[in-house]
């Protein structure tokens, strides 16, 4: 079983469109949770990090489900260049560095 | 500011030949990664050094060694290139300490084929 799963996609969105997808990750004991983003053949960046209470940043919220160990992404008024995978991305240990990545979801906006 | 820098962007490689592939970071930072990416898996940890003088095995370590040359540099090697080597190769790198620990700075990749 993956660490980390994401649904793939893809989303097709319009303009403007609200769009939300998870991920889930398999470890009860990961401390931390994060969005990159990666362009098509560029390196992922990061986006945000997932705070337990839930976060925003602009038009990008995050959420935590601990107990159902899930956690989401919802982009409001999609632009043309909101268009790239979101990789969903898990720590499983204060002390240890290593990042698990899921494999992405594709989201394409159209004008 | 260069970042996280890799060299080459592409190479080709025949069956059995062997390369280095090169990452250096003027960032910083302790910690430093070499990923693959192939579709569908998401990225793989292949070595990471948490600090300078240090190397583990990451999830794929088979056909592959590091060298953390300095607090710059992390480079990969492929002794003997397979077919099952061809990919996309990231290497990162994160302050290690303090806040923010987890945040990864990644290269632009090298895309590597082997023939």
């Known amino acids: 079983r993956k660490e980390v799963e994401q649904d793939p996609g893809p989303f097709n969105v319009p303009e403007g469109a609200t769009v939300a997808f998870n991920c889930t990750y398999s470890?009860?004991?990961?401390?931390?949770f994060f969005w990159y983003r990666q362009d098509c053949r560029k390196e992922p960046k990061l986006l945000m990090s997932?705070?337990?209470s839930g976060n925003e940043d602009g038009r990008f919220t995050a959420q935590l489900n601990r107990a159902s160990q899930y956690i989401s992404l919802l982009i409001r008024d999609s632009k043309l260049s909101d268009s790239a995978t979101y990789l969903c991305?898990?720590?499983?240990?204060?002390?240890?560095?290593?990042?698990?990545f899921g494999a992405g979801t594709t989201v394409t906006v159209r004008a | 500011n260069a970042g996280v820098t890799q060299t080459p962007k592409f190479q080709v490689l025949k069956t059995g030949q062997s390369m280095t592939l090169q990452c250096a970071q003027d960032m910083n930072h302790n910690s430093m990664y070499w990923y693959r990416q192939d579709p569908g898996m998401g990225l793989r940890l292949i070595y990471y050094?948490?600090?300078?003088?240090?190397?583990d095995k990451g999830e794929v370590p088979n056909g592959y060694n590091v060298s953390r040359l300095n607090k710059r540099e992390f480079s990969l090697r492929l002794e003997s290139a397979a077919p099952s080597q061809t990919s996309v190769y990231f290497c990162?790198?994160?302050?290690?300490?303090?806040?923010?620990?987890?945040?990864?700075?990644f290269g632009p990749g090298t895309r590597l084929t082997v023939t």
């Open positions: 470890n009860s004991a990961s401390q931390s």
């Open positions: 991305v898990v720590n499983d240990s204060p002390n240890d560095y290593k990042l698990s």
């Open positions: 997932v705070y337990s």
């Open positions: 990162a790198s994160s302050p290690g300490q303090g806040l923010p620990s987890y945040e990864q700075y």
């Open positions: 050094s948490a600090s300078e003088g240090t190397t």
